[in-house]
Nanobody
Framework: VQLVESGGGLVQAGGSLRLSCAAS????????IGWYRQAPGKQRELVAG???????NYADSVKGRFSISGDNAKNAVYLQMNSLKPEDTAVYYC????????????WGQGTQVTVSS
């Protein structure tokens, strides 16, 4: 599975950004797809994800501000980020997990999000 992220950039605190992840196959065929982020000096962490069954989960730090959605016709998943804070600054990665006996993780190249105070 190939994943290509876009939509990162520089934004002021309180602003919004929408990240896009284009997948090379149907997102409905995946066990899950979602977004992780990694800030300098910190471990990569889950931001938001959606399972094949449609259930979503969010990091506590982004609940109420971020929203994940998908468009299977475009093989894409999106992360709408509102009320951004400087602590949201990180490289954001799209992640996909395939199901079955040979379940695997796939990662995009990442897109930088910088929130200025």
């Amino acid at each position: 599975v190939q994943l290509v992220e876009s939509g990162g950039g520089l934004v002021q605190a309180g602003g919004s950004l929408r990240l896009s992840c284009a997948a090379s196959r149907s997102i409905f065929s995946l066990k899950s797809i979602g977004w992780y982020r990694q800030a300098p000096g910190k471990q990569r962490e889950l931001v938001a994800g959606v399972s094949s069954g449609g259930s979503t989960n969010y990091a506590d730090s982004v609940k109420g501000r971020f929203s994940i959605s998908g468009d299977n016709a475009k093989n894409a998943v999106y992360l709408q980020m509102n009320s951004l804070k400087p602590e949201d600054t990180a490289v954001y990665y799209c992640n996909a997990v395939t199901g079955g006996l040979l379940s695997r993780d796939y990662w995009g190249q990442g897109t930088q999000v910088t929130v200025s105070s």
